[in-house]
């Protein structure tokens, strides 16, 4: 699967028309472009990735009924989101993040050289920053209470 995320709208006829002609929005990759072929030993036709070979749509329809044939097909791209981490802009479904940059473009002016900002910015360091409601803890805190909590383990309190 390679590619940005997002959605194939397919739109088919059939030969012969013995079915009226069909639209399905189908989970995908920009670089899916999606065909037919027979699957389940030439029974049935799939929806396949030219990416990847993967099955998009599986038994789509029975080959002895009739044959799909794309009439068109369009690729629209998921809403993706990033997170500056440590001088690096990340998805922010790498580490469900809250997703504050809606562009790689936005993040990496704001991320380039491990936090250095674009001009009207306010910067923050990467390595100290704490949102809103949260602390840091040092090393030394953060082994106390792990080993606490080891101990209690699933006592009741």
């Not at 940005?4 to 397919?10: A, H, M, N, Y």
Request: proline share 6%.
């Amino acid at each position: 699967m390679s590619g940005t995320p997002g959605k194939w709208t397919v739109e088919v006829h059939y030969s012969p028309s013995r079915f009226p002609p069909d639209t399905e929005s189908i989970a995908g990759y920009s670089d899916d472009n999606p065909y037919f072929s027979l699957t389940s030993g030439g029974t049935q036709w799939s929806l396949i990735s030219a990416a990847d070979g993967r099955v998009m749509y599986a038994n789509w329809i029975g080959s002895n009924t009739a044959t799909p044939v794309i009439d068109s097909k369009l690729f629209t791209a998921d809403a993706v989101f990033y997170d500056c981490l440590n001088g690096k802009c990340v998805l922010k479904t790498q580490y469900n993040t809250p997703g504050i940059y809606n562009s790689l473009a936005d993040c990496q002016a704001v991320c380039a050289s491990g936090g250095a900002c674009g001009e009207g910015r306010q910067c923050v360091d990467p390595t100290t920053f704490i949102p809103s409601g949260k602390v840091c803890l040092d090393k030394g805190e953060f082994e106390s209470i792990e080993a606490l909590i080891s101990r209690i383990g699933s006592e009741v309190c």
